[in-house]
T-cell receptor, first 111, second 113 residues
Framework: SQKIEQNSEALNIQEGKTATLTCNYT??????LQWYRQDPGRGPVFLLL?????KEKRKERLKVTFDTTLKQSLFHITASQPADSATYLC??????????FGQGTELSVKP | DGGITQSPKYLFRKEGQNVTLSCEQN?????MYWYRQDPGQGLRLIYY???????QKGDIAEGYSVSREKKESFPLTVTSAQKNPTAFYLC????????????FGDGTRLSIL
């Protein structure tokens, strides 16, 4: 069956360190993969999109990798700040417009 | 500023009652989506619409209904047939066709009285 999994446990890191979040999937062949940030009681906010033929994408302190052989995406936040604390969601896009979301990983950055 | 507006922010439903959640966008997007989010879970797709006057069922459509009479509006009705309606409901839109970021509203939290 099709499955998408993110780290189920919350990730706690110290300010200034790099946070790395994982998104694994099985039985999909997504054309794109997207990452979103969600704060409590708010809707998700789009962060980055990476295509299946791209290995890596960067935006300011954010970096996403996409390995279609391993069926895995890694999301990195460098020089993390307490303001980065939120839940991060990955989503697979099969080109039909419908997204399939993981359950999210809660990140907590301590000062 | 363009965006998506969901209302109300909080909604309470009595047993046997239908309730309607509003979603309006001024982004000129063709596609709109309704998701349900339960604690500790990802977003699950209820219904989506890629063009006016057309919509398709998502993964958990039972007990819900939608309409898409205008490009800007995609209301969701939670019917009395939905036996476990307590959840956070999110509306989103994008330009359609895949490979597009989705823009989300700030959700409606529905509870049962």
């Amino acid at each position: 069956s099709q499955k998408i999994e993110q780290n189920s446990e919350a990730l706690n890191i110290q300010e200034g360190k790099t946070a790395t979040l994982t998104c694994n999937y099985t039985n999909y062949s997504p054309a794109y993969l997207q990452w979103y940030r969600q704060d409590p009681g708010r809707g998700p906010v789009f962060l980055l999109l990476i295509r299946e033929n791209e290995k890596e994408k960067r935006k300011e302190r954010l970096k996403v990798t996409f390995d279609t052989t391993l069926k895995q995406s890694l999301f990195h936040i460098t020089a993390s700040q307490p303001a980065d604390s939120a839940t991060y969601l990955c989503a697979l896009d099969n080109q039909g417009g419908k997204l399939i979301f993981g359950q999210g990983t809660e990140l907590s950055v301590k000062p | 500023d363009g965006g998506i507006t969901q209302s109300p922010k909080y909604l309470f439903r009595k047993e046997g009652q239908n309730v309607t959640l509003s979603c309006e966008q001024n982004l000129n997007h063709d596609a709109m989506y309704w998701y349900r989010q339960d604690p500790g879970q990802g977003l699950r797709l209820i219904y989506y619409s890629q063009i006016v006057n057309d919509f398709q069922k998502g993964d958990i459509a039972e007990g819900y209904s939608v309409s898409r009479e205008k490009k800007e509006s995609f209301p969701l009705t939670v019917t009395s047939a939905q036996k476990n309606p307590t959840a956070f409901y999110l509306c989103a839109s994008d330009g359609g066709g895949g490979g597009q970021p989705q823009h989300f509203g700030d959700g409606t939290r529905l509870s049962i009285l």
